[in-house]
């Protein structure tokens, strides 16, 4: 019966009526549409792929260790990158293999919501939370017959998504356990990548912490290699070469750098008189104190962009600087914040 209920919705939606069905759904259909998504054929693009990657090298590994548990469900394990990329998969059964070839659920297939419209992989990307997308669900009519449960992995290290974890199977056979096994595999993957991180990235993880609890501002904690970096830094857009690039410039016995868009930093080594071992930077921004624009750049701004600036921060005063509070009350996202943030030039 939810299947037939679930199909009048799809259609309805499809026909410019408005769809009874999860809220999550709906907002997915809508992005979809918005995005130019066709709802009737495939058409997916097509990446190159890694399959030695770091994440598919610790990741594969943790779903086949529970392969011999789905022998004979008719259950499909995958992986994808965070840009929603499949980059592994493994099947219980042949036959499987053929029929999600089929439907180019493949590796090397970008599934991403912006391109493949509602999926497991696409919605739990883009939420960055476990998701459940069941038959007529899927924005794409060629998978209405199959479910598939996703989760994004969340690095234990850098704090980032690594890369994502699906179970699919088709949707006759769907039930609550396939939210379980995703769990469990997610659990799994994030306590090997622990196990695979290096003593050095351990240390800075250790030095990250530290200072995150300790600052007010954004904490970034980088090598080589490795960016250990959480939501309030990493919606400044930054970029690991580049920041490691100014660091080296500046050298080991540098204590503050300059950055672009009026971004300063404060460099620490994890190893005091040594970058090799990693450094953090607590940001701040360049600005006048207390935070807010020059009395000379706030003339330069025309009488809604003031309106605006004051909005902005009677509203961060009343949140005490919570910036996610403040966000909410404004009734924007928190990326939109920053940028208004960044374009008025407040703390």
């Known amino acids: ?109 970008q599934v991403a919501e912006q391109s493949a419209g509602t999926n497991g992989i696409g919605v739990a990307a883009t939420t960055r939370r476990p998701s459940i997308v069941i038959g007529a669900e899927h924005y794409k009519q060629p998978w209405h017959p199959w479910a598939c449960v996703a989760a994004p992995v969340v690095h234990p290290i850098t704090r980032r998504v690594a890369g994502m974890v699906n179970v699919a199977c088709h949707a006759n056979d769907a039930n609550h356990l396939l939210l379980v096994a995703v769990r469990a595999l997610v659990d799994g993957i994030t306590t090997a990548l622990g196990e695979a991180a290096t003593s050095r990235q351990r240390r800075m993880l250790d030095a990250h912490l530290s200072f995150r609890s300790a600052s ?39 204590s503050e750098i300059a950055l672009a868009d009026g971004l300063r930093a404060r460099l620490c080594p994890v190893t005091p008189g040594r970058l090799d071992d990693g450094v953090v930077l607590v940001l701040t921004r360049g600005s006048t104190p207390g935070g807010a ?22 509203t961060l005063a009343e949140c005490g600087g919570n910036k996610s509070e403040a966000a909410a009350r404004l009734g924007i996202s928190r990326g939109t914040l920053y940028q208004r943030l960044r374009r008025y030039r407040l703390g």
């Open 1 to 109: 019966m939810r299947s037939v209920e679930t199909r009048l919705a799809w259609e309805s939606f499809q026909s410019g009526a408005q769809a009874r069905i999860r809220q999550e759904i709906v907002a997915s259909w809508r992005r979809s549409r918005s995005n130019g998504v066709d709802p009737d054929r495939l058409d997916l693009a097509h990446g190159e792929i890694d399959v030695q990657s770091p994440f598919v090298r610790v990741a594969a590994p943790v779903l086949l260790g529970m392969a011999d548990l789905l022998t004979g469900s008719d259950t499909s394990l995958a992986l994808a990158d965070p840009d929603g990329i499949l980059t592994w998969r493994w099947e219980s059964e042949r036959t499987l293999t053929r029929d999600l070839d089929r439907i180019e659920f493949e590796p090397g297939s």
């Open 216 to 254: 007010a501002g954004p904490v970034v904690t980088l090598d080589r290699q490795t960016m250990i970096v959480e939501d309030d830094a990493a919606e400044l857009g930054l970029d690991r070469p580049t920041l490691w690039a100014a660091v080296l410039e500046a050298g080991p016995s540098a």
């Open 293 to 314: 624009a020059s009395g000379r750049e706030a003339a330069a701004y025309g009488p809604l962009e003031r309106a605006e600036v004051r909005v902005i921060t009677d």
